[in-house]
């Protein structure tokens, strides 16, 4: 079974930055498509930025510009570099992974994926 074990949330200034990890195991890294959501309370978790097939990368449009994420499969992990940070970026980070076929669509609001970490806290403040 897959598991993700997300790191690295804090509590930062506007401004700064951060990277979140994303650890995975149980899996091949390279089967399943990975990509890192947020929620904060009262609000549906959004897709923020995920890996599709064939490494297309999906960003959501308000962190366009300012995030990046990237994977070293040596390590089995995916990062989430975030620069720039406002605190409308505050909420809990989540990390993850299904099957690649409709990942694209999970990431853009239409389903779910299957495979969920515990989620990092990331809190900006102004």
């Known amino acids: 079974e897959v598991q993700l074990v997300e790191s690295g949330g804090d509590l930062v200034q506007a401004g700064e930055s951060l990277t979140l990890s994303c650890e995975v195991s149980?899996?091949?890294?390279?089967?399943?498509?990975i990509g890192w959501f947020r929620q904060v309370p009262g609000k549906e978790r959004e897709g923020v930025s995920c890996?599709?097939?064939?490494?297309?990368?999906y960003y959501a449009a308000s962190v366009k510009g300012r995030f990046t994420i990237s994977k070293d499969s040596a390590k089995n992990t995916v990062y989430l570099q975030m620069n720039s940070l406002k605190p409308e970026d505050t909420a809990m980070y989540y990390c993850?992974?299904?099957?690649?076929?409709?990942?694209?669509?999970?990431?853009?609001?239409?389903?779910?994926?299957?495979?969920w970490g515990q989620g990092t806290q990331v809190t900006v403040s102004s």
């Open positions: 890996f599709s097939p064939g490494d297309q990368i």
């Open positions: 993850a992974a299904d099957h690649p076929r409709y990942f694209f669509y999970y990431c853009t609001g239409h389903g779910i994926p299957g495979y």
């Open positions: 149980g899996t091949a890294f390279d089967d399943y498509s």
